[in-house]
């Protein structure tokens, strides 16, 4: 075990990954905090001490994911995929707290960019009626949006 004053943000996500969000999440949530932690925060920011790690580490992270974040290095990470990144690092910097691996949660003085509002589009009465006509062609599809329509 690394003595927690020389412990990286690396090895602590490592920890928390396999020692706390493993058994605390569903199986879907773990496989994408490990994605996340294993090809952006870590790559990123994993070599930082532990109690090295500022606020400024994060805010600078969350601006390079937005223009040069994806894996793909085909562009940028969106706002609501960056928003995620940071939830999950004030959840393991919680549970860092709470263990005492260190005094403060940096991630509570970072302001995650905040996603972008997207109106939902809904169909009116007259284009719903038109979607069920065209779909009583089809007998699986309207047996599946059926329980699904009120009125």
């Known amino acids: 075990m690394t003595i927690p004053s020389k412990m990286t943000l690396r090895e602590y996500l490592l920890g928390w990954l396999e020692g706390y969000a493993k ?5 879907r949530t773990f496989e994408r ?6 090809h952006h925060l870590m790559p990123a920011l994993g070599a930082i001490p532990m109690k090295d790690l500022q606020p400024l580490h994060l805010q600078s992270y969350y601006a390079k994911a ?10 940028g990470l969106s706002k609501q995929t960056v928003h995620h990144h940071h939830r999950l690092i004030y959840e393991a910097l919680k549970h860092a707290v ?3 691996l260190v005094v403060r949660n940096v991630a509570d003085y970072v302001t995650p960019p ?6 939902m589009k809904t169909l009116d009465v007259e ?12 007998p699986s599809l ?10």
């Open 23 to 27: 058994v605390n999440v569903n199986p």
């Open 33 to 38: 905090y490990q994605g996340i932690c294993l």
């Open 66 to 75: 937005q223009s040069e974040g994806r894996v793909d290095g085909k562009g």
């Open 98 to 100: 709470k263990q005492e």
């Open 114 to 119: 905040r996603p972008d509002h997207v109106e």
């Open 127 to 138: 284009s719903l009626n038109r979607f069920i006509k065209k779909a009583e062609d089809s």
């Open 142 to 151: 309207l047996s599946s949006i059926r329980p699904h329509i009120q009125g």
